[in-house]
């Protein structure tokens, strides 16, 4: 369930009063999600989306607010947030920060083909390339930064060689990342999986929850998207998915040649990110709400699957 804090309608009612976005229709508690109470919003107008934010750093959200209206500016298929009368998006109900979002249309693509690869990786290309010039800064909470205090926290939990893999992964991410050259830098989604994503048939409806965006490598957005997109059951990398998302990303932001030296030791880092990350939340952090954890074991086979079988020479940009 993803209904925290339950609303009732003439709450909702009042707080769309200060929006010019007509009038209560139907409310119902949105069941996906995990960290947010989220609701979609019927008006006599339009279709809404209500999110009350339970956890996470309040005091980033204007963060998120600047980012979502920036891409929205931008013509990105994003949501970006109904700002009010008065100018403002980011209001309270029930005590919690509450932002109202356009409803996009279309489902989660489970098993992608390759046309919504394509639209993905054009999206993703187009969105790094208007991010480049985002002015807001959110250094990336899941770098390596991160990677380096928080794989302690989970050895104890793994069995040796795991353990060991783990610490020699972080140790050489240190000497590839430390002193190379930077690469190039934007706003990111940060955690663009196909469930953030939306589509109506081989059309990209929409790309939501940035509550992981932040600004750092472009890179690391594009690695999160390959090893999810693009992976088999047993991890390794899907030629076909793989050259259509990086295609089509590169038709409208071609890796430079400091990128393409990273690519390899990119695909590792994001997928031990998703291996600890998940890790913790089972072993260390587990969620107060009743929600199944995400499997860290996908990420542990994906990385193996790396390590044995290296990256996919990357593709050309297409026309
Ligand atoms: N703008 C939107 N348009 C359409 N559906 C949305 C929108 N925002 C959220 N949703 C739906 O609500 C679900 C939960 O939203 P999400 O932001 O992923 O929550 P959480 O942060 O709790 O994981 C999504 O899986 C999606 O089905
Ligand atoms: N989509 C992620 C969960 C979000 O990552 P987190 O680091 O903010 O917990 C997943 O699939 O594990």
């Known amino acids: 369930m993803a209904v925290f804090t339950p609303l009732t309608e003439s709450q909702v009612e009042a707080f ?11 409310l119902e508690g949105v069941p996906a999600g995990t ?18 934010f339970e956890q996470g750093e309040h005091e980033e959200l204007p963060f998120f607010v600047d980012l979502l209206d920036y891409l929205d500016e931008h013509r990105l298929p994003v949501p970006g947030p109904l ?23 279309g489902k989660h693509p489970r098993d992608p083909n390759l046309a919504q690869c394509r639209a993905l990786g054009e999206t993703l290309g187009r969105l790094h390339k208007v991010s480049q010039h985002f002015p807001g800064h959110r250094p990336n909470p899941r770098d390596l930064h991160w990677l380096m205090p928080m ?39 940060g955690d663009l999986f196909r469930d953030n994503t939306l589509f109506e048939g081989d059309r990209l409806g929409g ?8 600004t750092g490598d472009l890179l690391f957005d594009l690695a ?14 899907d030629v076909e998915r793989h050259d259509a998302l990086l295609a089509a990303y590169q038709s409208r932001r071609p890796l430079t040649a400091a990128e393409r030296d990273a690519w390899p030791m ?32 996908r990420f542990r086979t994906i990385l193996k699957a790396r390590l044995a079988h290296g990256a996919l020479p990357l593709p050309e940009a297409s026309r």
């Open 16 to 26: 769309l009063s200060r929006f010019d976005a007509g009038s209560l229709v139907s």
């Open 35 to 52: 960290e947010n109470s989220t609701f979609f919003v019927t008006t006599d107008r339009r279709e809404l989306v209500l999110t009350l």
């Open 83 to 105: 700002h009010d009368r008065d100018g403002v998006a980011l209001h309270s109900l029930a005590d919690k920060p509450a932002l109202l979002f356009p409803r996009l249309p």
């Open 151 to 189: 794989h302690h926290k989970v050895l104890a939990y793994l069995a040796p060689e795991d353990q060991a893999l783990m610490k020699d992964e972080v140790e050489i991410y240190q000497g590839a990342f430390g002193d190379g050259p930077e690469l190039p830098q934007g706003a990111l989604h």
């Open 207 to 214: 790309i939501i929850d940035f509550y992981n965006g932040c």
């Open 224 to 237: 999160i998207v390959v090893n999810d997109w693009a992976s088999d059951e047993d991890g390794r990398l």
């Open 266 to 297: 990119m695909l590792r880092l994001t997928a031990l990110r998703y291996w600890l990350s998940r890790l913790l939340v089972v072993y260390v952090d587990p969620p107060a709400h009743d929600l199944t954890p995400h499997d860290p074991e």
